[in-house]
T-cell receptor
Framework: AQSVTQLDSHVSVSEGTPVLLRCNYS??????LFWYVQHPNKGLQLLLK??????LVKGINGFEAEFKKSETSFHLTKPSAHMSDAAEYFC???????????FGQGTRLTINP | GAVVSQHPSRVICKSGTSVKIECRSL??????MFWYRQFPKQSLMLMAT?????????EQGVEKDKFLINHASLTLSTLTVTSAHPEDSSFYIC???????????????FGPGTRLTVL
């Protein structure tokens, strides 16, 4: 069975500094991996997705993530945080060909002025 | 493209009443829709998967008689919380998977959520 672990429940950075949100996955087969962002009382917006093509995936709003099979990781990064990035971020895994998505517990990102 | 809407966005009801939440795919046909529940400061929990024209598949521990799901068309699924109680208060989010189009088989598009409060 597949699972995903977000290593930090809360990350706080200063505006203009880099962001790193960590995610490790467990999957027996080639997974599809996603990062979603959720602003307060809102639905989820897809930031980026890994589909077994390029291991470095670029998403919206300057975010990117690198798939590292040897480390079973899919960490999300952004070079320079913006106040509008403050939100909850979910790392999600799914088996290729499977319908269900498995969500991590989420990481709350706080941006300090 | 791939927009999913939910209605209502927020609902308050009395204990014992039933509440219906609609999930619509606005610009695509959805073969499959999913219903999630999210408690405050927690992750999303899949409640059920619904395919157009067939019965929903419920996750373990989710009462199918309590949470009625209907997926009558390729653009509409409804979740009815029957005889709601305060413990049913939560944020309910739907998602939809697009028919064909070459998208990832497992890519889902999420609605904005419905906040249910049962008094």
């Amino acid at each position: 069975a597949q699972s995903v672990t977000q290593l930090d429940s809360h990350v706080s950075v200063s505006e203009g500094t880099p962001v790193l949100l960590r995610c490790n996955y467990s999957s027996s087969y080639s997974p599809s991996l996603f990062w979603y962002v959720q602003h307060p009382n809102k639905g989820l917006q897809l930031l980026l997705k890994y589909t077994s093509a390029a291991t470095l995936v670029k998403g919206i709003n300057g975010f990117e993530a690198e798939f590292k099979k040897s480390e079973t990781s899919f960490h999300l990064t952004k070079p320079s945080a913006h106040m509008s990035d403050a939100a909850e971020y979910f790392c999600v895994v799914s088996l290729w060909g499977a319908q269900k998505l498995v969500f991590g517990q989420g990481t709350r990102l706080t941006i300090n002025p | 493209g791939a927009v999913v809407s939910q209605h209502p966005s927020r609902v308050i009801c009395k204990s014992g009443t039933s509440v219906k939440i609609e999930c619509r795919s606005l610009d695509f046909q959805a073969t499959t829709m999913f219903w999630y529940r999210q408690f405050p400061k927690q992750s999303l929990m899949l409640m059920a998967t619904s395919n157009e024209g067939s019965k929903a598949t419920y996750e373990q521990g989710v009462e199918k008689d309590k949470f009625l799901i209907n997926h009558a068309s390729l653009t509409l699924s409804t979740l009815t919380v029957t005889s709601a109680h305060p413990e049913d208060s939560s944020f309910y989010i739907c998602s939809a998977r697009e028919l064909g189009s070459g998208r990832l088989y497992n890519e889902q598009f999420f609605g904005p959520g419905t906040r249910l409060t049962v008094l």
